[in-house]
């Protein structure tokens, strides 16, 4: 099978390579990229492991073949974390919050987060339940997600994060 040239931006750093024209974004995230937080979990759709932000539009890496993300400027959970390496307010929210567990699902969760936040810097819990729906987790039962997602968000907008009483 032939290989096509692609060329993108993944993480602020311009990228190429040759791929057969089936290979899924996802595999060349992971493959040729060897960026490896981005996980491959039911190669439906259903599970949100392999969520990535492309060209401002959260997307699910295993729906997409490479050739199409041609040109496109690509997010990673690798390019997340601040430019001085620390934590982003989303992973600080994750780890502070304990909204992880196995992990496994959080970069995903995270890249959909970061997305919903650019969207509506100051969602309500219903909105960030309805906004991470399509990213699958089976060991948190999601409120310390949603928590982890509430902390980020105050402090992108410079308040201090207060837990509602139960």
Not at 16 to 38: A, D, K, S, Y
Not at 72 to 86: H, L
Not at 136 to 164: D, P, S
């Amino acid at each position: 099978m032939s290989k096509t040239h692609i060329r993108m931006t993944v993480n602020g750093v311009e990228v190429e390579g040759l791929v057969e024209p089936r290979t899924l974004l996802v595999h060349f995230i992971r493959e040729n990229l060897q960026l490896t937080g981005t996980h491959a979990g039911c190669d439906t759709s259903h599970c949100g492991a392999c969520t990535v932000d492309i060209d401002g539009m959260s997307v699910k890496s295993c729906t997409m073949f490479a050739v199409q993300a041609n040109g496109s400027m690509i997010t990673t959970i690798e390019g997340m974390a601040n430019p001085d390496g620390t934590l982003s307010a989303l992973q600080e929210g994750f780890r502070a919050m304990h909204g992880l567990q196995c992990g496994f699902c959080t970069p995903g969760m995270i890249m959909r987060a970061h997305r919903l936040l650019q969207e509506n810097p100051n969602p309500t819990e219903a909105e960030i339940r309805a906004g991470v729906s399509g990213n699958l987790c089976r060991c948190t039962g999601y409120q310390n997600i949603v928590k982890a997602i509430q902390y980020a968000a105050a402090k992108l907008n410079g308040a201090e994060f207060r837990e509602a009483a139960e």
